[in-house]
Structures are given as C-alpha cells and as structure tokens.
C-alpha cells in the first residue's frame, strides 16, 4: 500500500492479486477537502498482467495523479 499527498489531496493505492485471473487488481482513492467539504474519487484498475505490485501500485500512482492534474483550476 502506498499513501502520497500530491498538489494537497491524499493519494492511497493498494494492489492486490487475483487468483482467478491471475492478474494484479489496482485501486487508487484520491481524497481531498476544499472550502470545508472533503471529496474522494476512486479509481479501479486496468486489469493487466504487471509484474509486482510494485510495479501495479506505480502505475496507479501516476493513474491517481494525472487525475489530480485534470482536475480545473479553481478560481
């Protein structure tokens, strides 16, 4: 499991393995509070064949924070 903040919210990845598809399943949650209310957005795979869950929580981690970069500026 992986915790970041980045450009203020928190960024939480955890990766796990699926026996059945024998591939990696990531899952970001971006979390954050602006102006007193706090929001999430969470994020659920791809599905791929990464190698480590290393390599699976990095690719959500980059997922996670081109979301964050996406988001409109406020004004």
């Known amino acids: 499991m992986a915790n970041l903040f980045y450009k ?3 960024i939480v990845v955890s990766a796990r393995f699926d026996e059945n598809t024998r591939f990696w399943v ?3 949650d971006i ?3 602006a102006d007193g209310q706090q929001g999430s ?3 659920i795979g ?3 064949n ?3 869950w290393r390599e699976t929580e990095k690719h959500m981690i980059d997922l996670a924070k ?3 970069d996406d988001l409109p500026s406020p004004s």
């Open 8 to 10: 203020n919210p928190l």
């Open 26 to 28: 990531p899952i970001a």
């Open 46 to 48: 791809p599905l791929h």
């Open 66 to 68: 081109a979301w964050i």
């Open 31 to 33: 979390s954050w509070e």
């Open 50 to 52: 990464f190698d480590s």
């Open 41 to 43: 957005h969470t994020i």
